[in-house]
């Protein structure tokens, strides 16, 4: 009787392992369509909080035309479902490329705390031109 119960559990677990690996982020062609060197370069945008994967990796893009810095601080907030997020120091984009985007991204993910409350987790953000 404990076979059965040790298949299940591993069927069990390799359903979940690719329900997972299916919730990687996606190109929502939130831009309209993008030419192959645009989108490799996109692709390869990467922060200290995106590691090597890259933005893209793990998190969807979004344009944010209400992100602001603090003069004080040098600190980055972006606007995310109508909340100003404080963008972390590492999440800011290493690259100088600009890829042809010419707005403010921000690449997050929704996190729902054990009450219910929606939280959102900066993975990266390139700022726009300055305001």
């Not at 069927?11 to 990687?24: N, P, Q, S, T, W």
């Not at 109508?82 to 707005?103: H, L, M, N, T």
Request: net charge neutral; glycine share 8%.
């Amino acid at each position: 009787m404990v076979w059965p119960a040790i298949r299940l559990a591993f069927c069990v677990g390799v359903l979940v392992m690719a329900v997972v690996r299916g919730a990687d982020a996606h190109d929502m062609a939130l831009w309209g369509p993008m030419d192959d060197k645009t989108m490799a370069c996109v692709k390869g945008l990467k922060s200290k909080m995106s590691g090597p994967l890259g933005c893209c990796s793990v998190a969807d893009a979004y344009p944010d035309p209400n992100w602001d810095r603090d003069n004080k601080t040098g600190r980055y907030r972006v606007t995310i479902e109508g909340r100003e997020i404080d963008v972390p120091k590492d999440a800011v984009v290493d690259s100088v490329e600009d890829c042809g985007i010419k707005f403010a991204t921000v690449w997050y993910y929704v996190l729902r705390r054990t009450d219910g409350e929606r939280t959102f987790a900066v993975r990266c953000f390139k700022p726009g031109p300055e305001n």
